[in-house]
């Protein structure tokens, strides 16, 4: 066994606080990380607060990991000791069905194994994520990184974030000559202007916040409205081919699906804790628009994904926090105060907590 330390929530009400922990001695396929820094998601709190069913406690989050390869199993063949790699949000699946045969573990229809509070499919035990200096993959779980070092701890977020949204984008083919909206400037948001910018399509970004126009304008987005103007909203009217919304709280898809052309589609990636208001369904009939989800994504498009921002220098926009700092970071969360993810530098573990 390996000896891992980390940051763990012991219950639903009390902070993240250091835990010792054992990882698995390396199987043959497996291979061990040491874990330079990791990413904060909003899944993060969601579950160490107990705010999603099914927590299992001690719980240790954080699936946007990005670290060196230290050793290798026997027969782990893509990877080798002093690698840069990245985990995202799986860590197994069952490898045999139709999803993963198509790659598209994300879909497992055995359901896949997260990186955190994940049953283990060989021992049943609890996965535990990336708040830690330690972990332990199977090789078909973990990603190559082609990004300078320098710039490890902004890649971290692309392991989440930049999938979440990247996923979408090619499934429904988005490029040049499309018009995209991207509703929401967030730790998703940011990175969906960022990436249907880099893919040639005309971005328009989707706002609350008047505050929040230039920043968008500096991601890349060519045009921003605010979602509360009636009069910016109606001039965009039957005009998009592709909206990707990542707001995470029940809004007025309406306002939206609206604005799409005929046969254009509006992809949710945000999971709100209530329901969102259900849409006017005349709004999809008479244009045949498409209400869609996607999640995440496979382990070959989200390679796919980080070769395209290593092959274009697209990194996420972080702020870089010392783990004991994470409640904190929480809070600031909670309040929308990053811009525009969170980042743990793993280093910090080994200061007093």
């Keep these: 066994m390996i000896t891992a330390q980390g940051y763990a929530a012991q219950s639903s009400d009390t902070p993240l606080a250091p835990f010792t922990f054992e990882r698995r001695a390396l199987r043959p396929n497996d291979v061990r990380i040491d874990i330079l820094y990791c990413g904060v998601c909003h899944s993060d709190l969601h579950t160490a607060r107990g705010e999603w069913p099914g927590t299992l406690y001690p719980c240790v989050p954080g699936h946007e990991i990005v670290g060196r390869v230290t050793e290798t199993g026997e027969a782990v063949t893509k990877f080798k000791q002093g690698d840069i790699v990245g985990v995202g949000c799986m860590v197994d699946s069952c490898q045999h069905c139709d999803a993963c045969a198509?790659?598209?573990?994300?879909?497992?229809?055995?359901?896949?194994?997260?990186?955190?509070?994940?049953?283990?499919?060989?021992?049943?035990?609890?996965?535990?994520?990336?708040?830690?200096?330690?972990?332990?993959?199977?090789?078909?779980?973990?990603?190559?990184?082609?990004?300078?070092?320098?710039?490890?701890?902004?890649?971290?977020?692309l392991l989440c974030a930049g999938i979440t949204t990247w996923s979408p984008l090619k499934h429904w083919?988005?490029?040049?000559?499309?018009?995209?909206?991207?509703?929401?400037?967030?730790?998703?948001?940011?990175?969906?202007?960022?990436?249907?910018?880099?893919?040639?399509?005309?971005?328009?970004?989707?706002?609350?916040?008047?505050?929040?126009?230039?920043?968008?304008?500096?991601?890349?987005?060519?045009?921003v409205v605010v979602s509360r103007d009636e009069e910016e909203m109606a001039a965009h009217a039957n005009s998009f081919d592709f909206i990707l919304n990542t707001v995470a709280a029940p809004h007025d898809l309406d306002a939206f699906l609206t604005l799409l052309k005929r046969d254009g589609t509006m992809t949710l990636v945000g999971a709100p804790a209530e329901p969102h208001p259900s849409p006017t369904v005349a709004n999809l009939i008479f244009k045949r628009r498409h209400l869609a989800g996607s999640l995440i994504g496979g382990i070959e498009e989200t390679q796919e994904m980080l070769d395209f921002c290593a092959e274009h220098g697209i990194l996420a926009d972080i702020e870089t926090i010392p783990m004991q700092e994470i409640e904190t970071a929480y809070e600031r969360m909670l309040k929308s105060d990053v811009k525009y993810r969170f980042v743990i530098d793993m280093a910090s573990l080994k200061q007093p907590a």
């Design 102 to 157: 198509d790659g598209l573990e994300q879909y497992c229809e055995n359901g896949f194994t997260g990186t955190y509070n994940g049953p283990d499919r060989e021992t049943g035990g609890n996965t535990y994520g990336g708040y830690s200096d330690v972990i332990v993959v199977r090789e078909e779980f973990v990603l190559k990184i082609g990004h300078a070092e320098a710039d490890l701890a902004a890649v971290a977020p």
């Design 173 to 223: 083919k988005v490029g040049k000559g499309q018009k995209v909206g991207v509703v929401g400037i967030g730790g998703l948001g940011h990175m969906g202007i960022k990436l249907a910018h880099a893919l040639g399509a005309h971005v328009v970004a989707f706002t609350t916040s008047p505050a929040k126009r230039e920043d968008a304008l500096k991601l890349g987005a060519d045009e």
